[in-house]
């Protein structure tokens, strides 16, 4: 069975300085690993994902995530916050080995930046 | 513009009402899927489809129903509405082409449900 854990409810960070959100994943086979954002009254938005090849990988907005195979871990990262970064983000796994495309959501993190 | 749209956005019903909301993609999707967004729950899978006729049960489809006889709609149904079912309700898309699919999704703006 495929899971993700989002082990933060909520992430406080000073505007210009680098923020982490973290997300840790299970799944049987090879994952396919995404991050959503979500600003108030919005549905998800994509932020980026891996696929496969370079664990790091850059998406919009001047995000980030890194893949880490031995830690099952794919944390958010970028190196200097906006107030503008404050939303709900969501990170989400499918497992490659399973046919019937199956998505499981974390609970989200809530990012607030602090000016 | 390529777009996922849901109606209505808001709904407040009673309990036992029968109640449908539409989700429509202009994008030429096969994927479609149901998501209740809840206060510390996060999101979480109600139905998919990953083609027209083709539609499976994900984590939560207690008390829903969906159909899926056009490519761009999936329609949400709640037979028999009850307070539980109050929540947040997003639609998503992606395009697919075979097996697990590495290919992000569109999501809708959300229509929010309040059953008294």
């Known amino acids: 069975a495929q899971s993700v854990a989002q082990p933060e409810d909520q992430v406080n960070v000073a505007e210009g300085n680098p923020l982490t959100v973290k997300c840790t994943y299970s799944v049987s086979g090879n994952p396919y690993l995404f991050w959503y954002v979500q600003y108030p009254n919005r549905g998800l938005q994509f932020l980026l994902k891996?696929?496969?090849?370079?664990?790091l990988v850059k998406g919009s907005y001047g995000f980030e995530a890194e893949f880490n195979k031995s830690q099952t871990s794919f944390h958010l990262k970028k190196p200097s916050a906006l107030v503008s970064d404050s939303a709900l983000y969501f990170c989400a796994v499918r497992d490659r080995m399973n046919r019937d495309d199956k998505i499981i959501f974390g609970k989200g993190t809530r990012l607030h930046i602090l000016p | 513009e390529a777009q996922v749209t849901q109606n209505p956005r808001y709904l407040i019903t009673v309990t036992g009402k029968k109640l449908t909301v539409t989700c429509s993609q202009n994008?030429?999707?096969?994927?479609m899927s149901w998501y209740r967004q809840d206060p510390g729950l996060g999101l979480r899978q109600i139905y998919y489809s990953m083609n027209v006729e083709v539609t499976d049960k994900g984590d939560v489809p207690e008390g829903y129903k969906v159909s899926r006889k056009e490519k761009r709609n999936f329609p949400l149904i709640l037979e028999s509405p009850s307070p539980n079912q109050t929540s947040l309700y997003f639609c998503a898309s992606s395009p697919r082409r075979s097996g697990a699919s590495h290919n992000e999704q569109f999501f809708g703006p959300g229509t929010r449900l309040t059953v008294l």
């Open positions: 994008m030429n999707h096969e994927y």
């Open positions: 891996y696929i496969t090849g370079d664990n």
